[in-house]
């Protein structure tokens, strides 16, 4: 783990290859002044100690020099410490329904932004508790496991949307069954499903929700997006509605808020059931009953202690630097000994 304590300094490493072109249209310039009146011949009989190479090799040391000086500025840092951190809060799971009628407008600006909208505001106003999120339409996936990483969370969130899952229908069950396995101590008492959708729920008309809710032994918050009257469900190409979603008799689809539903399921497990109209209610609302709720202690693993690693960087620099000032642009004459290129030899 690290991080960078001053990273605004990192651009003055651009002044490194504008010193290289620099170093390059001078190099030409001055072998194009020297030809002008020497050749070859007669520059390597007036300076026969001059090295070619050796001013690029001071070039290379003094730029190299300069990069050193300027990570050190920026001064990183590297956590060195993991240390076990204990917390206290609630396990909530959010368990958001991608289905097709959640592109329904009756809502601004539709009801799957709604939704994420409201689960991004919950997550701000989170104190040290645990999140997770899954994504359900006939089915539900795990999109992000139990964490105390509200950045990933959110980043997770921004991701869900209607096309993510190809058997549509709405099956809340399906996101109630498989939030369980999210949490690892059956005989917590702060487990929080926290379902965000319109109620449609296809598959389980015939079965009692209620029952299946109470049985998890998981709290269930409810918040239903969308209205009672009902919207049509567009079908955009490029953001323009091209047509609305309709039946097999060809009649348009109207889907409507279900509140009884999610109301029940909500009340059968100790929970309450919110309408989310406003979102700022609604999310104060929540984080209220979280509150209310009893904490778990649990333990999370995260840096507490970043050391600088500046000097290593500046020690660097400042040894290239005298370096620089004690390599010559002669030759070195013990290396021309070694013959390593047989450049010596005669022909």
């Avoid at 190099?27 to 050796?54: C, H, M, V």
């Avoid at 929080?192 to 015939?206: K, M, R």
């Avoid at 047509?243 to 029940?264: A, F, P, Q, R």
């Amino acid at each position: 783990m690290y991080q960078l304590d001053e990273i605004s300094f990192i651009y003055l490493g651009l002044v490194i290859p504008i010193l290289f072109l620099v170093y390059l249209m001078f190099r030409r310039w001055q072998k194009k002044s020297i030809s002008k009146y020497f050749d070859i011949n007669t520059i390597n009989f007036l300076s026969p100690e001059i090295s070619k190479s050796k001013p690029l090799l001071k070039f290379i040391i003094i730029s190299t020099a300069l990069l050193m000086l300027v990570i050190s500025l920026v001064n990183p840092k590297i956590g060195t410490e993991l240390k076990t951190v204990k917390r206290e809060g609630v396990d909530i799971v959010f368990a958001i329904d991608v289905s097709k009628s959640m592109l329904a407008e009756d809502i601004a600006p539709n009801r799957i932004i709604k939704s994420k909208r409201i689960v991004s505001e919950l997550l701000n106003n989170l104190g040290s508790d645990r999140v997770g999120i899954i994504a359900y339409a006939s089915t539900a996936i795990p999109v992000l496991p139990i964490t105390t990483d509200f950045s990933s969370a959110r980043m997770f969130l921004e991701s869900l949307n209607t096309d993510m899952l190809s058997s549509q229908g709405t099956s809340i069950a399906e996101a109630i069954n498989l939030s369980k396995n999210y949490f690892n101590d059956e005989n917590q008492t702060n487990r929080v499903l926290c379902v965000i959708s319109d109620g449609e729920d296809h598959e389980n008309q015939n079965n009692n929700l209620s029952d299946i809710a109470k049985e998890s032994g998981i709290t269930i918050i409810s918040i239903g997006v969308g209205s009672t009257n009902g919207a049509p469900i567009p079908i955009k190409e490029n953001n323009i509605v091209k047509s609305y979603k309709k039946d097999e008799k060809g009649e348009v689809v109207i889907t409507k808020l279900n509140e009884n539903i999610l109301n029940d399921m909500a009340t059968q497990t100790g929970g309450i059931y919110f309408k989310g109209d406003n979102t700022s209610l609604v999310v104060n609302s929540i984080v209220d009953e979280l509150k209310e709720m009893d904490k778990q202690e649990f333990e999370s693993k995260q840096f507490v202690s970043f050391k600088d690693q500046f000097q290593w960087f500046l020690f660097v620099g400042l040894f290239l630097i005298i370096l620089d000032v004690v390599v010559f642009e002669r030759k070195t004459y013990w290396i021309d000994k070694l013959n390593l290129f047989n450049e010596n030899e005669k022909v």
